[in-house]
């Protein structure tokens, strides 16, 4: 079981975190706290991020691009990144939670298939690993 809540972070927070947080709300049902954030956030949700999300029937409510300054940590016990690049130093040793790095495909830029392909992706990474850990 995994204390506190999940923190979903890649680099934009506009493509690949987003949908985690999304997914993840929408497997987990409100069990646990879910957010995303992005080490340098755009501060806009990609256009096809919404569409193919919306393609499934899970909730758009909510969801907006922030950074991770924008976050109460206390709330979070697991960071998952999704990027490819490093979470900062500074974080982990002033937040005393797992980092789990977890790096998928990034659509951004791409078509709506690539789009389609990160978020089964990123479910696949969801109910196969991570979501098991939550009982």
Do not use: Q
């Amino acid at each position: 079981m995994i204390p506190g809540g999940l923190l979903f972070v890649c680099l934009g927070n506009s493509c690949r975190s987003i949908m985690a947080e999304a997914l993840a709300r929408h497997l987990l049902g409100g069990k646990v706290p879910v957010a995303s954030a992005g080490l340098d956030p755009l501060g806009y949700i990609a256009p096809l991020t919404l569409e193919v999300l919306a393609e499934t029937g899970v909730s758009l409510k909510g969801l907006y691009s922030k950074g991770l300054k924008d976050l109460p940590f206390k709330d979070f016990g697991r960071l998952i990144n999704l990027s490819y690049h490093p979470v900062p130093s500074w974080l982990t040793r002033n937040w005393p939670v797992e980092v789990v790095n977890r790096p998928v495909s990034d659509p951004f830029g791409g078509t709506l298939e690539d789009y389609r392909r990160t978020r089964e992706e990123i479910r696949r990474l969801l109910t196969e690993e991570l979501l098991r850990d939550l009982g």
